[in-house]
């Protein structure tokens, strides 16, 4: 069974440019979390969606969205970046995303703004 | 909000030796959960404990969660420098959707 995939891997954009990174969960999970891993905040939640529908959103200013599609797939978005959104960012799937639903984690999107 | 404290934040100890990462907070969390990752990769879930004083077994690390579920400790016995890496506690608290609650990691170094 296919882990959950990130593409890219790494990416370095400038500041005021806009950025979209992309999640392929794992077979059969419906449920997608965001997470920012950054060395002084650690791991911080985005966002979740489930069968195309954000449920639950973490404390991140509107420049930070995200979308599901039809097939569980999803993409987050950031638009008008800042030095300080350089981190990496990870995707996470699991079949119901509450109730002791694992969370299995993908390898990230490393970004750097420069 | 619901915040983790995890503690230490490094250690580095030789090949054999035993240690305990300790992860507290104030709130009462429905399930704790343990990843390590490692440099370039996501978290790997490696347990998850939901009842209040469960403990659970993996090999040579034992996880604890405590009476009132709001703190849980990681013990590894004989620790081996392929147990190095970055561990970190989560917690879920209530219906959290794919929200969980990170500390802030524990960077192991085994050394040979």
């Known amino acids: 069974k296919a882990g959950v995939t990130q593409t890219p891997r790494y990416l370095i954009k400038t500041r005021g440019q806009q950025v979209t990174l992309s999640c392929s969960p794992i077979s059969g999970h419906r449920s997608v979390s965001w997470y920012q891993q950054t060395p002084g905040q650690g791991l911080q939640f985005l966002f979740e969606y489930f069968s195309e529908t954000q449920r639950n959103k973490g404390n991140f200013p509107g420049r930070f969205s995200g979308r599901q599609f039809s097939n569980s797939r999803s993409e987050m978005n950031v638009s008008t970046l800042e030095l300080g959104d350089s981190a990496l960012y990870l995707c996470?799937?699991?079949?119901?995303?509450?109730?002791?639903?694992?969370?299995?984690f993908g390898n990230g999107t490393r970004l750097t703004v420069t | 909000t619901q915040l983790l404290e995890q503690s230490p934040q490094f250690l580095s100890i030789q090949e054999g030796e035993n240690l305990t990462v300790y992860c507290n907070s104030s709130s009462v969390f429905s399930s704790l959960q343990w990843y390590r990752q490692e440099p370039g990769e996501g978290p790997v879930l490696l347990v998850t404990?939901?009842?209040?004083?469960e403990v659970k077994k993996l090999k040579r690390l034992t996880f604890q969660f405590g009476d009132a579920r709001k703190d849980s400790s990681l013990h590894i016995t004989a620790a081996q420098p392929g147990d190095t890496g970055l561990y970190l506690c989560a917690g879920e608290g209530g219906t959290s959707y794919g929200k969980l609650t990170f500390g802030q990691g524990t960077i192991l170094t085994v050394h040979p």
């Open positions: 996470a799937s699991s079949l119901a995303g509450q109730g002791y639903s694992p969370l299995h």
């Open positions: 404990v939901v009842t209040g004083g």
